[in-house]
T-cell receptor, first 114, second 114 residues
């Protein structure tokens, strides 16, 4: 079955450490996205990529980095520069191009900084 | 900027009908999405409206008025499993934006009581 796989589901990190969240999709989608969700707030876009080897900053990119070396993979690194990293992180993909923009989401990764 | 508003919380009883409203102000418009999100899980797609009017899908319907910047999600014959957060999201028509770049409201937490 096609879908999006995020790992790990839960992650604990000490302050000052970088951590990388994995996102893999087998939907053959061109576009991939990382959103952050905090209690009482809407999903906020961190980074997105419309094609391999290209990505753009979203609304809250500071303290994060991404890469898109393969169509299937879009890992997100939360660096020590991110001031408030504890959150629920959602990866999504869409067909891209002139489609409706429907997003397909992974199950999410919950990061807690101790 | 983009502004999307929806009520924070709503409650209803099993078997009832509930209407969740969403108003938006965005720089252009390429469609409006509704997603359902159960606690700790990924959002799942419910509906998409790009033209004015009502779209019906089983117990769920979604309405759009582009001139008023307004949409609603109508849930009929409520069931306990409908208790979830309902997210309104808009695809703007910014120059250079990808259609998958959605802006989300904060979500409406619906609680269905027996």
């Amino acid at each position: 079955d096609g879908g999006i796989t995020q790992s790990p589901k839960y992650l604990f990190r000490k302050e000052g450490q970088n951590v990388t969240l994995s996102c893999e999709q087998n939907l053959n989608h061109d576009a991939m996205y990382w959103y952050r969700q905090d209690p009482g707030q809407g999903l906020r876009l961190i980074y997105y990529s419309q094609i391999v080897n290209d990505f753009q900053k979203g609304d809250i990119a500071e303290g994060y980095s991404v890469s898109r070396e393969k169509k299937e993979s879009f890992p997100l690194t939360v660096t020590s520069a991110q001031k408030n990293p504890t959150a629920f992180y959602l990866c999504a993909s869409s067909i891209g191009g002139r489609n409706t923009g429907e997003l397909f989401f992974g199950e999410g990764s919950r990061l807690t900084v101790l | 900027g983009q502004n999307i508003d929806q009520p924070t919380e709503m409650t209803a009883t099993e078997g009832a009908i509930v209407q969740i409203n969403c108003t938006y102000q965005t720089s252009g418009f390429n469609g409006l999405f509704w997603y359902q999100q159960h606690a700790g899980e990924a959002p799942t797609f419910l509906s998409y409206n790009v033209l004015d009017g009502l779209e019906e899908k089983g117990r769920f319907s979604s309405f759009l008025s582009r001139s008023k910047g307004y949409s609603y999600l109508l849930l009929k014959e409520l069931q306990m499993k409908d208790s979830a957060s309902y997210l309104c999201a808009v695809s703007p028509a910014d120059r250079g934006s990808t259609l998958g770049r959605l802006y989300f409201g904060r979500g409406t937490q619906l609680t269905v009581w027996p």
